[in-house]
Nanobody, 122 residues
Framework: QVQLVESGGGLVQAGGSLRLSCAAS????????GGWFRQPPGKEREFVAA????????QYADSVKGRFTISRDNAKNTVYLQMNTLEPEDTAVYYC???????????????WGQGTQVTVSS
């Protein structure tokens, strides 16, 4: 089992930045790919970014490319999501996930955090 806990969400004005953290415990997190998903109000959960277990490979949704950066520190069992130039459309609950490899679909991930709210005001 892997337990995931997100932090770093909050309220920010458009154009601002936030850094989300996902702290893992339990089984060796460095064996898993890490992913970030988000669920806007009234919509389905959608892929945001993912990173391979060693951090060499990253993938991003088109909507966040150039603005968001995913990274990880396996020594700290933590995955990060640096979000810059935030837009009101980025408002959502952000979830961290862990899986055997990078997937774009939520069903590809085995473990999930509880989520952290990000609200971007215009």
């Amino acid at each position: 089992q892997v337990q995931l806990v997100e932090s770093g969400g909050g309220l920010v004005q458009a154009g601002g930045s936030l850094r989300l953290s996902c702290a893992a415990s339990g089984r060796t997190f460095s064996n898993y790919a890490g992913g970030w998903f988000r669920q806007p109000p009234g919509k389905e959960r959608e892929f945001v970014a993912a990173i391979s277990w060693i951090g060499y490979t990253t993938q991003y949704a088109d909507s966040v490319k150039g603005r968001f950066t995913i990274s990880r520190d396996n020594a700290k069992n933590t995955v990060y999501l640096q979000m810059n130039t935030l837009e009101p459309e980025d408002t959502a609950v952000y979830y961290c996930a862990a899986g055997s490899t990078i997937y774009y679909a939520p069903s590809g991930y085995d473990y999930w955090g509880q989520g952290t709210q990000v609200t971007v005001s215009s």
